[in-house]
């Protein structure tokens, strides 16, 4: 998802889930809708530095799997994201921990596809993120092909109620020797539904991108 939760990996993760969904009852399911200034995934705009709106639906379990769908414009008129995921999650002693898979459709687009299996690992305020492309439609492009790994780490605190600040690290590291590795980084201050961020990368020629987003979740 360009987004919290991702779409990858169909492989085990998908009979994974098929397997266990037959012996349990939904324990919840939401929608959401958000729009953002400016759709800004991993440090880097997709909208072209365009607006963007996204919208999605979430189901989960009583066992800890979730799956789910989201898409969003991309900006430019007729192009948009489609991502299908599916995870895993629960509690490791004190830990926080999920699995699972997203993948990434581009209807309009040829050969831009690509699918992921991640983790992540929280410990209290400070969370750990990796993701790793298991298959591309174009594994030529030095972005987004099989083998691509991505790994951030967060930390949010709570400044007053219901005003929080977070902040992240990111990197992406991508398989394709031509391809363009690079941090990013991100502070962001969210208040209720909205949220103010600055995000920066070390690519040659990137500025920092402010954005402004809203999003709102309702229960099903």
Do not use: C
Request: without cysteine; negative net charge.
């Amino acid at each position: 998802m360009r987004n919290l939760v991702t779409t990858s990996v169909f492989v085990a993760s998908t009979v994974l889930t098929s397997t266990l969904l037959t012996s349990t009852a939904f324990s919840a399911g939401s929608a959401n809708i958000g729009v953002t200034s400016n759709y800004i995934w991993r440090g880097v705009t997709q909208s072209g530095d365009d607006a963007a709106i996204s919208g999605g639906l979430d189901y989960e379990t009583a066992n800890g799997i979730s799956f789910g769908t989201w898409t969003s414009s991309l900006g430019g008129g007729n192009s948009y994201e489609l991502d299908l995921y599916g995870a895993y999650g629960g509690k490791l002693g004190g830990a926080d921990y999920s699995v699972g898979f997203t993948n990434y459709r581009y209807p309009t687009a040829n050969n831009a596809d690509f699918t992921e299996v991640n983790g992540s690992l929280g410990f209290g305020p400070v969370s750990f993120n990796t993701a790793y492309t298991v298959s591309s439609d174009d594994d030529t492009t030095p972005e987004f092909s099989k083998g691509d790994i991505y790994y951030s780490l967060g930390y949010t605190t709570e400044i007053k109620k219901d005003l929080s600040l977070s902040i992240t690290a990111g990197k992406y590291d991508f398989d394709n020797a031509a391809g363009s590795d690079y941090t990013h980084y991100q502070l962001g201050l969210s208040k209720g539904d909205f949220t103010f961020a600055i995000d920066d990368n070390d690519l040659a020629g990137s500025d920092p991108r402010v954005s402004v987003s809203w999003s709102k979740s309702l229960d099903l």
